[in-house]
């Protein structure tokens, strides 16, 4: 069986697909077309917020969004130290500090009691100036965002909502990519909604990021492409791609729907056999991975090998233990959740077509 099987997702819109990539290359607007344009209104409706810009990808977005807050040399943004590299990658890019945070172990998202205690240690320290928050919708489940905006306003920092796997989710009706300041997906295509090659967009309510990032998105253009007012970059969303994900996203609440009732089957079959993934009151994941903990991970992912059912592990290296950012000198041991996560989760197939 296949991990993610886009396959079969294809084959039940292939006919969808292939007319909307059929419809690009009749008319010829490969960059920017009207597929990209609808996209973004569609996916503004659908996350529920003013604003919905395509990129080129989750990373490009992460990026864009430090641009628009002026994260730069100095600062620290704090994000969790159990996730996938390009979180703390773009900080670093930015030539900012990455602060790390543990890991609340239910849901494996970033511990706002944790992250309370960063901001206060690095204010305490002096050297850095505390910027922003980046929180990860690890595996399809919305961040505490309650209590991670309180934090937010506590210490006057911006709230940027990595929602790269959370697409789809919510938090008592209200969707991932609409909290905080700005958020960010990925259209990656083992993502909860993928198109067919990379590919990304960024949220907001706040008309001044939305027309700083059209900008910068575009070689940092004005009126047009040729006046070019500030340095920008290169990440626009390629309308086949576009095109690809208007019929994807059409057809995404039904696999949503599905995904959800593929987790409630594991969870009902596994709970006595492993930790199981807990998602809070009020919530609701999109399920990007299936994720469980076990302290004998190797013996069980053995044992679904020999049944042919392929397990991944996500994320067996921590970003505090990452070579890139040895030079940060955080010791094993200072992010005792995560650590234990890393050495004890594996996930399990899981898509619209389990």
Known sequence: MQFIDLAAQYQHLKTRIDNRIQEVLDHGQYIMGPEVQELESQLADYV?????????????????????????EGDAVFCPTFTFFATAETIAYEGATPVFVDSNPDTFNICPIDLEKRIQAVIAQGKLTPKAIIAVDLFGLPADYPALEALAKKYDLKLIEDAAQGFGGEISGQRAGSFGDIATTSFFPAKPLGCYGDGGAIFT??????????????????KDKYDNVRIGMNSRLDTIQAAILLEKLAEFPIELKSRNEAALRYHQQ?????????????????????????????????????????????????????TAFAHLNYQVGDFPIAEKLARSVFSLPMHGYL
């Open 48 to 72: 529920g917020v003013k604003h919905a810009i395509t990129c080129a990808n989750g990373t490009d977005a992460l990026t864009l969004s430090l641009m628009v807050l002026d994260v730069k």
């Open 205 to 222: 309510n706040n008309d001044e990021y939305a027309d700083l990032i059209r900008s910068y998105r575009v070689h940092g253009k004005g």
């Open 270 to 322: 596994l709970a006595d056999k492993f930790k199981v993934p807990s998602v809070p009151p009020g919530y609701v994941s999109s399920w990007a991975q299936y994720t469980l903990q076990s302290e004998q991970r190797d013996a069980a992912m053995q044992q679904y090998k020999s049944q042919g059912i392929p397990t991944v592990i996500y994320y067996g290296t921590c970003m505090h233990e990452q």
